[in-house]
């Protein structure tokens, strides 16, 4: 139909070709989808381009038709594109400004991670079997090191 996208055609493609072939084995039924798939494509580039590729198989004839389609559109509208001028002042005031904002997050990011490094994981159902304290482990019990200075 006109105006399909190549995926709903290899949808359709597959679909019938199940229902025609049921008995046929897999990797014939595979490369009649491929066949039936290629000559479906109203598009005669992509369909040239898709049949010199020579795929064995719906799925690797699908991939390559669309890829061959987006490269053709990425290809159209980057003719159009027109270069644009930035005055210098504009742009030194805008890379002034990203480089402070990235230094400030910079900062923010090493001072999170090191604090999360020299911050002991605690888990307040824990309880210390020197002291009988909740939250507390033997190494870090306060009691202990006390009593071993002394």
């Known amino acids: 139909m006109p105006g399909e996208s190549l995926q709903v055609l290899a949808a359709d493609v597959e679909r019938l070709m199940n229902m025609a072939y049921v008995e046929c084995p897999l990797d014939v039924r595979e490369s009649l989808a491929a066949q039936y798939f290629v000559d479906a494509i109203r598009n005669e580039g992509t369909q040239h381009s898709t049949m010199l590729m020579d795929a064995k198989d719906l799925k690797s004839a699908l991939s390559y038709s669309m890829k061959y389609q987006a490269a053709r559109t990425v290809s159209r509208t980057s003719r159009h594109v027109r270069s644009i001028e930035i005055e210098n002042n504009t742009s030194r005031e805008g890379d002034d400004k990203f480089y402070s904002l990235c230094n400030r997050l910079g ?11 020299n911050t002991p994981r605690r888990n307040p159902n824990v309880t210390c079997w020197r002291c009988n304290k909740k939250g507390q482990v033997p190494r870090e019990c306060q009691t202990i090191n006390s009593n071993q200075k002394n």
């Open 107 to 117: 900062k923010l990011f090493n001072s999170s991670v090191a604090g999360k490094k």
